[in-house]
């Protein structure tokens, strides 16, 4: 009976699980902002291929395929 509660009260006062709990949300948090800034970063930089775009397209230096992504 004593080696069970000795056990126990190991059990009780370890904390490396909750330690490995906090560390896997941060690393959630940190995948997270970083999946967000991707996208974020990836709807700017198309924003400004479009605009690109739609300037040599009433420009009458060149033309652009926006679908196709070839200019001349």
Known sequence: MEKLTTITRQFRDDESGA???EYSILVGIIAGAA??????IGGWVTGR???L???MENSP???????AGTGS
């Open 49 to 51: 291929f479009t605009g």
């Open 19 to 21: 330690a490995m709990v």
């Open 61 to 67: 230096i060149g033309s652009c395929d926006a679908a």
């Open 35 to 40: 999946i967000l800034a991707i996208l974020a």
């Open 53 to 55: 775009c739609t300037t």
